[in-house]
Nanobody, 117 residues
Framework: QVQLVESGGGLVQSGGSLRLSCIASIRISSAYHVGWYRQAPGKQREYVAYFFSGPNAKYADSVVGRFTISRDNTKNTVDLQMNSLKPEDTAVYYC???????????WGQGTQVTVSS
């Protein structure tokens, strides 16, 4: 059973930075889809940034230029560096991995990020 453990959330002022980290219990080097999503109160879960079947990352328009996703295949970790945080970035952030196409992916337990104005 795949397990994901996130860390690094917290409370930060607007304009500040946080780094989220996710460690997987499986090798991520060949993962079909691995990345970060978030869910704000009263809103649907949305993607933030992810790697999809390759080395290139895709970012949501709202975080381009502020967030950077990275992966370390030797440590099976996926990190999200978040800079210039805004109050609208406040959400629970989830790590996600789908090992191969056609199978159900796995979510982490989530980590709260709160940005105060």
């Amino acid at each position: 059973q795949v397990q994901l453990v996130e860390s690094g959330g917290g409370l930060v002022q607007s304009g500040g930075s946080l780094r989220l980290s996710c460690i997987a219990s499986i090798r991520i080097s060949s993962a079909y889809h691995v990345g970060w999503y978030r869910q704000a109160p009263g809103k649907q879960r949305e993607y933030v940034a992810y790697f999809f079947s390759g080395p290139n990352a895709k970012y949501a328009d709202s975080v381009v230029g502020r967030f950077t996703i990275s992966r370390d295949n030797t440590k099976n970790t996926v990190d999200l560096q978040m800079n210039s945080l805004k109050p609208e970035d406040t959400a629970v952030y989830y790590c996600y991995i789908q090992n191969s196409a056609g199978i159900v992916g796995t979510w982490g337990q989530g980590t709260q990020v709160t940005v105060s104005s």
